[in-house]
Structure formats: C-alpha cells, structure tokens
C-alpha cells in the first residue's frame, strides 16, 4: 500500500481508491503532448513502481538512476489488461506486446511527478490489442520520482510508487 501526497501534504492518492484518484486527476493536468494523426484505440490506468538503482556517476559520487518501471494497466472496468515494464514495453493479455521510446515530453502537473510522455511504438510480438499501437501517452502523472533518501550502497534498488493514465492510439 502507498499513499501519495500533494503540494500541502494532504493525501492526493492511495492504492486503496487508485482507479477513481487517477480519473480524479484528469480535470488538472491537461496534455500538450498530443500524438500526430492519431485515433485512441485505448485507455488505460496504471498502477506500479518506478524502480532506481544506486550508481556512481562520472565524478564517483553516488546517485539514483532510473532503471525501469513496473506497472499493471488497468481498463475502466478495474480489469488488469497490460504489464509495463523495461523497454519500455507494454504485453497484453493476449500476448501482444510493443515496445517504445520517448518522442516528446512535459512536467507533470503533480509536484514531485515523473514526466508526462508521448511515445513512439512498434509491435514486437503477436498480434492482438497492441499489435496495431503506433503511439503510447502517458498523462496524468503522479509520484515515480526518485527515492527521495540518498543512496549508499552501488546497485542498490529503490522503488517509487506512481500512477498514470496510458493512452493507446493506432
């Protein structure tokens, strides 16, 4: 269970009522980062962890670095649809699956909030409900910063809880 928190300290989300906060959230955080020519096949809600790892950096000094995210895409009915993780790469039930990189991408309207992103994607697997995905768009971000405590031992792992709105367009 996590709790994420806003700007004041007041409790924003927490895995408890996750689905309803996210959908909550859309009336602030309006997306700039919209796909070119592209129809929404799908909407998602995620849940999950943005996972660091405690690396030296070139002056030997150490430091959290983003290695991958761990999620479970939610559709609107609550049903679990999609994993996200490493890649970043998302797997339908039905063993579709694609894989992405960022193409643009803007500040959450979520202090303290991984960016919201729009990614280019490609098909890597079977056909199915990702097979056709041309584009993902990650909107309505909230908490997957780094661990806020510094890091002192080299590999070691912190997780930050998230959640977000994906958005799945052919």
């Known amino acids: 269970m996590f709790t994420i928190f806003d700007r004041a ?5 927490s895995t408890a009522v996750i689905a309803a906060c996210v959908a909550s959230t859309v009336a602030f955080a309006a997306s700039p980062i919209d796909p070119p020519q592209a129809e929404r096949a ?3 809600t995620a849940s999950g962890v943005q996972v660091y790892s405690c690396e030296y950096d070139a002056q030997h000094r150490l430091g959290w670095v983003f290695k991958n995210p761990q999620a479970t895409l939610y559709d609107a009915s609550g049903h679990a649809v999609i994993r996200h993780s490493a890649g970043p790469s998302w797997e339908a039930d039905d063993g579709s699956r694609i894989v992405g990189h960022v193409i643009a991408q803007t500040p959450s309207e979520a202090s303290a909030s991984v960016p919201q992103l729009l990614l280019e994607a490609r098909s890597t697997a079977a056909n199915g409900t990702l097979s056709a995905i041309r584009y993902v768009q990650r909107v309505n971000t909230v908490g997957g910063v780094m661990p806020a405590a510094p890091c002192s031992t ?13 958005i799945f367009y052919k």
């Open 9 to 13: 300290g007041g409790v924003l989300c």
């Open 42 to 44: 799908l909407e998602t």
């Open 154 to 166: 080299e590999h070691e792992i912190g997780n930050s809880p998230y959640i977000a709105n994906y």
